[in-house]
């Protein structure tokens, strides 16, 4: 269980393949060569999953899959660079990861299975929230730098609030993973430690 629930980055990691970043617009030639490079490398990773069977071979095709995502995210935010492209790429790489996260659950079963889950769902609300917070981010310096003082100031704010809200969507995803470890208890074992969960989390 151990090995299943600490290797999130390794997985994210392992996900990241593809495009390098172009300093402007590709043409549709250099897009559409890009494209079918991904392609060609999608169907090349699917071919080793054809000898497996069963999980295995599921996680290796949701991997060969995942990568391909993630490949054409990168690939549309090297082809437009923004604040919104960035974050769908990052979007795309923490579904990507959490779809091959949950497949490797899949070897689990009961409480384990589920807590396994959970820390996968836990991830990616993670890595969105970094996402969505380093747009919020780039949007109100973008707006501070071509704005008054009081605009700056309220640029401030929308990135304090941005941060909380990371936060909380963080603690939220965290809670849920430790309520669901207490349900493989019982009695008063289970009530303390649901009661000991929402101390941690102020719920």
């Known amino acids: 269980m151990k090995s299943l629930t600490l290797n999130y980055a390794a997985i994210a990691l392992c996900l990241t393949f593809g495009v390098a970043a172009h300093a402007q617009t590709m043409t549709k030639v250099e897009l559409k060569s890009a494209q079918e490079k991904i392609e060609a490398d999608y169907k090349a990773a699917l071919v080793p999953c054809a000898s497996l069977s069963g999980n295995t071979k599921k996680i290796c095709t949701v991997e060969a899959k995942g990568n391909e995502k993630i490949a054409l995210a990168n690939l549309a935010a090297s082809n437009k660079p923004s ?28 409480n384990a299975k589920d807590v396994c889950i959970k820390e996968a769902k836990s991830a990616e609300t993670s890595m969105k929230a970094d996402a969505k917070l380093q747009l919020k981010t780039s ?34 995803a965290q809670y849920k993973v430790e309520k669901e470890k207490c349900d493989v208890l019982a009695g008063d074992v289970k009530d303390n430690c649901l009661k000991q969960a929402k101390a941690n989390f102020g719920k």
Do not use: I, P
């Open 83 to 110: 604040a919104k492209t960035q974050r769908d790429a990052s979007d795309t790489k923490a579904e990507a990861t959490y779809d091959l996260a949950k497949q490797k659950c899949q070897d689990l079963a009961g």
């Open 139 to 172: 949007e109100a310096n973008a707006d501070a730098r071509k704005t008054t003082t009081q605009a700056s100031g309220k640029a401030a704010d929308k990135v304090s609030d941005a941060r909380k809200d990371a936060a909380t969507d963080k603690s939220d």
